[in-house]
């Protein structure tokens, strides 16, 4: 029954993960940069404090006795995640968001999940283990099911193109404009410069799961002050924080660029308020999908390892399930729709042999 709660803890955070950035289609009048800033501010700087401060006791008894060790890797690797996060958002410039999920989100399920055991020297033991089998597989799977994601949203971008091109050649006879107008839809594709991008998110946000490994011995220590199944918050103090940083100073430096300091104190159309209500709320459930996925990890028992791939896998499941909703794959056609379909099937496969094969490695 633990087993099964974590994983529905998973699922809980992987939902808040698929929604998180739902909120920005409400932001007006800010740039990129201003946006993801103040979000990050929520969640990867003062949320991690906040709830570390509410929820582990004794916290700077705590944070005096963790080893430094911990803590310095931890906020290390936050801070290459934190890269990882900017070279994804630049990707999507060049090949588009559902590529760019596909080889990066991919990548990240597969090497976020192995690296912490091969780096410990226990993947050749994992491996040995009973249930292992349906555990790699599991993963193997989710990474495939992840990628036919990636090619149903590429064909539905197409899809889009397609219907927009066809909607001017009616509108403008003879389709001199039309032709001009779909070409300028696809004028910055540019897997040359995006694949490059896309691999260096991938496996730098992979880190972010090495992040947490590397925390545990500080969340070993708040667990002895009596933290319980909350003892993962003390690690986002610095696993966010080191994200916080390079998010920071990539921000910064579009600031200085293009001289958009001036868009946090006034908007041309009164709408300050809302934008730092949706900036807050964008960081609230990004920082919710790792609350819960702390709760979730301390119940999936041998194999805790296994926490990234099934967070990964629910979060592109859901995030997908939640386009679905929102009527993004409206008007798609019928062949787009059915790789959709068998990527959910792929996914929730993928989440089953997780399970089963946590399952198995409680029973031995």
Request: one cysteine or more; aromatic letters at 12%.
């Amino acid at each position: 029954m633990e087993l099964i709660n974590g994983v529905l803890l998973h699922a809980t955070g992987a939902s808040s993960a698929a929604l998180c950035y739902t909120p920005q289609k409400k932001v007006i009048g800010w740039s990129w940069q201003t946006y993801w800033l103040a979000q990050a501010f929520v969640c990867w700087l003062a949320l991690p404090v906040v709830l570390a401060l509410a929820t582990i006791p004794n916290l700077f008894t705590v944070l005096q006795e963790a080893p430094s060790s911990a803590m310095i890797h931890s906020f290390l690797l936050g801070m290459a995640y934190g890269i990882g996060g900017t070279a994804f958002g630049i990707a999507i410039r060049y090949v588009g968001f559902s590529l760019t999920y596909a080889i990066a989100v991919g990548i990240s399920c597969v090497l976020g999940t192995l690296l912490p055991p091969l780096v410990d020297g226990k993947l050749g033991t994992i491996l040995e283990s009973y249930g292992s089998g349906f555990l790699i597989s599991g993963i193997v799977l989710g990474a495939f099911g992840i990628a036919l994601c990636g090619m149903a949203g590429r064909n539905k971008e197409k899809d889009i193109e397609k219907n927009i091109a066809d909607k001017i050649a009616v509108e403008n006879i003879g389709g001199n404009n039309s032709a001009g107008s779909a070409d300028a839809t696809r004028s910055t594709f540019s897997l040359a410069k995006g694949l490059p991008l896309c691999l260096l998110a991938g496996i730098l946000s992979a880190l972010y799961g090495f992040s947490i490994d590397r925390g545990q011995p500080i969340a070993e220590v708040a667990a002895k002050y009596g933290a319980g199944d909350l003892q993962g918050n003390v690690i986002y103090i610095f696993s966010n924080s080191g994200a916080f940083v390079t998010t920071l100073l990539y921000c910064l430096y579009l600031h200085n660029k293009q001289k958009t300091f001036k868009e946090y104190f006034a908007v041309e159309n009164k709408g300050l308020i809302i934008n730092y209500l949706m900036s807050a709320l964008t960081g609230l459930l990004w920082y919710g999908q790792f609350f819960f996925y702390g709760l979730g990890h301390v119940r999936m028992g041998k194999y805790d390892f296994s926490s990234w791939a099934i967070h990964m896998v629910m979060l592109v499941l859901f995030s997908t399930i939640a386009g679905l909703a929102m009527k993004e794959w409206k008007n798609c056609s019928a062949n787009t729709m059915r790789l959709l379909i068998l990527a959910l099937l792929v996914l929730i496969t993928a989440v089953l042999l997780l399970t089963y094969g946590n399952y198995l490695g409680g029973v031995k």
